[in-house]
């Protein structure tokens, strides 16, 4: 399917202003540079109560943004946003949290990990489960009551929450694990690289850049860095996890999945036409990212729906 009509546009758009790539600069730029695309993507929808609350974790704490449905929630969302470790914020991702609660009627728990270059690996990752663990432990107060567990998140936050889930899944009960475009491997050679890798937002210098900001000297070879590399992923948690036809992550979030239904793990793979990566935000601007929000907050219904049950 071709490339959606809003993504032609707005990639011509950024060529025709000379907009740089998020490698182009320093970190910070990259910051600046996700925190300018914020506006265009509009609001979202009103939901019945929004805090700010600090997660207590190994190194101290990070601040989390709580999102409470207008109805009593069905299950507690943990979403862990994206940004390749080195960019993005909470209020990157506060459209699209309020869409998924508006959607899911869970309440989410938006969680701001250490970023890299400044906390390399695996402060991100330490992060990410010491939030679950924390939210687990806080579940009841968090959500108003005990509901089943969610976690979630895209690029490189679902990086980070396949590998928690793998590494806290005899401690901590989860229903579901939602996945947008995650980063699964580190080759940067697959076929979807050699398609998408330049012109299509998200690049292949992008991700080196991001991985040796993240990585450091650390092998990428770690399946704690690559999940796909890991002996065994049996006993993660049922999986939906969405992919994007023209994103350079497209062929390893695939092989995630095939890998996880092979060790016997329930899975709902879905590859969206016509999109690229970082859909999961522009609900507000393309139809078939919106169809995809739809389709990850009936995901997370189905899945509390049953742990209730």
């Not at 011509?12 to 540079?33: F, K, N, V």
């Not at 793979?269 to 907050?297: K, S």
């Amino acid at each position: 399917m071709a490339l959606h009509p809003v993504y032609v546009k707005m990639l011509e758009a950024m060529r025709q202003a000379g907009r740089p790539q998020l490698s182009d600069g320093s970190p910070a730029d990259a910051r600046a540079l996700v925190a300018a695309g914020r506006a265009p993507l509009g609001r979202g929808p009103e939901v019945g109560a929004v805090s700010e609350l600090s997660i207590a974790t190994r190194a101290g704490s990070i601040p989390g943004r709580l999102f409470h449905p207008l109805d009593p929630a069905s299950g507690l969302i943990v979403y862990v946003h994206g940004g390749g470790w080195v960019a993005g914020a909470l209020d990157d991702f506060d459209a699209m949290a309020r869409t998924l609660v508006a959607r899911s009627a869970c309440a989410l728990l938006l969680v701001d990990y250490r970023l890299a270059p400044e906390h390399p690996f695996p402060a991100g990752l330490e992060d990410t489960e010491d939030a679950i663990r924390w939210a687990h432990a806080h579940c009841a107060e968090l959500a108003g009551r005990e509901v089943p567990l969610v976690v979630a998140g895209d690029s490189a936050g679902g990086n980070m929450v396949a590998v928690a889930a793998m590494a806290l899944k005899d401690q901590v009960p989860l229903a579901l694990q939602l996945l947008f475009y995650p980063v699964t491997d580190a080759d940067t050679d697959t076929p979807s690289y050699r398609a998408y890798g330049a012109d299509y937002g998200l690049t292949q210098q992008d991700m080196v850049w991001f991985l040796r900001h993240y990585a450091g000297d650390h092998p990428v070879s770690d399946p704690r860095l690559a999940p796909l590399r890991s002996a065994d992923l049996s006993g993660a948690p049922a999986t939906w996890l969405a992919t994007a036809e023209y994103d350079v992550l497209r062929d390893e979030g695939e092989a995630f999945a095939a890998r996880l239904s092979a060790s016997g793990v329930a899975v709902e793979m879905r590859r969206y036409a016509g999109l690229a990566h970082g859909f999961a935000r522009m609900m507000n601007l393309v139809d078939t990212a919106d169809q995809a929000l739809t389709d990850a907050a009936a995901a997370i219904s189905r899945a509390v729906s049953k742990k209730v049950a």
